[in-house]
């Protein structure tokens, strides 16, 4: 006999929306590049070796920018997802070929953080949680949000009163996600349903 579809059932209260804001990831071109020559051809970098290693590239679509070492490793940010993180690192290898440096290769993007707003929906006591959850640091006078390390995890997340989030420190949507989820029932478990 087939198995009876299940119907969601619709949850009042807590409403998850959250949107990734930035990604940073990294790669290698796995080559040396002349970040000189770089910065004397493309008119979107600027490079300051007295003050930074690195050169800035500043990519126009997507909308990110790169910091490239002359070692090859770059760090990608800005970028919404992971579509755009590869997509910054073509524009890159394009811009690369303009000065004689051809990447045959694609390299791989490692994502090591996101950073993701949104809201949970609830309106939050923020003096309350202070006390009732451990990892939180809340200087009301300095800042209005309250800053939560979510235990087990990498997320660390900031929380307004009214239910807006910011969340750190994830790798993977997947992740990101986890602890959100986490975070509600966290919440939760303290009376916010």
Same mark, same amino acid.
């Given at each position: 006999m087939p198995k009876k579809?299940?119907?969601p059932v619709k949850k009042e209260g807590a409403k998850k929306e959250v949107k990734i804001q930035n990604i940073v990831a990294t790669?290698?071109?796995?080559r040396a590049i002349p970040l000189v020559k770089l910065a004397e051809t493309l008119p979107n970098t600027e490079y300051n070796p007295e003050q930074f290693p690195g050169l800035v590239m500043r990519i126009k679509d997507p909308?990110?920018?790169?910091?490239? !070492? =002359?070692? *090859? /490793?770059?760090?990608?940010?800005?970028?919404?997802?992971?579509?755009k993180v590869k997509e910054s690192i073509q524009k890159i290898i394009e811009n690369l070929k303009k000065v004689k440096i051809n990447i045959t290769f694609e390299p791989k993007a490692t994502v090591q953080n996101m950073v993701a707003s949104g809201s949970i929906g609830l309106d939050l006591n923020l003096n309350s949680l202070a006390v009732d959850l451990e990892n939180t640091e809340y200087?009301?006078?300095?800042?209005?949000?309250?800053v939560y390390k979510l235990p087990d995890?990498?997320?660390?997340?900031l929380l !307004? =009163?009214? *239910? /807006?989030i910011v969340c750190t420190g994830t790798r993977s949507e997947t992740k990101l996600h986890e602890a959100v989820d986490k975070l509600i029932v966290n919440l939760a478990k303290r009376g916010y349903k």
């Open positions: 579809k299940e119907t790669a290698s071109l796995e909308k990110t920018s790169a910091l490239i !070492f =002359s070692s *090859g /490793k770059i760090v990608c940010t800005g970028a919404k997802s992971m579509k200087e009301p006078e300095q800042f209005p949000g309250l995890t990498r997320a660390t997340f !307004f =009163s009214n *239910g /807006k």
